[in-house]
């Protein structure tokens, strides 16, 4: 899923890409977000409204730390 907006709170930038870990059946989705060697950076509880699907052509790309490309 691609993050809709930013969270400053956990380091994350709009456009930051994570994991469906969890789907809730009342609607909303459990979140991982990982750095290049897999750690986990956030797990966040988001609604369906904060994260669109990763669809079509997508360029991924490595952040440095501080979230400078």
């Known amino acids: 899923m691609v993050l809709k907006r930013d ?11 994570g994991t469906v870990v969890l789907v809730y059946p009342q609607g909303g989705y459990m979140v991982e977000f990982v750095d290049h060697r897999g750690n986990t950076l956030a797990l966040l509880d988001l609604a369906e409204e904060e994260v669109s699907p990763l669809e ?7 952040k440095a730390p501080g979230g400078h490309a």
């Open 7 to 17: 969270r400053e709170e956990v380091g994350l930038e709009a456009g930051d890409v």
């Open 56 to 62: 079509g052509p997508a360029l991924l790309r490595a």
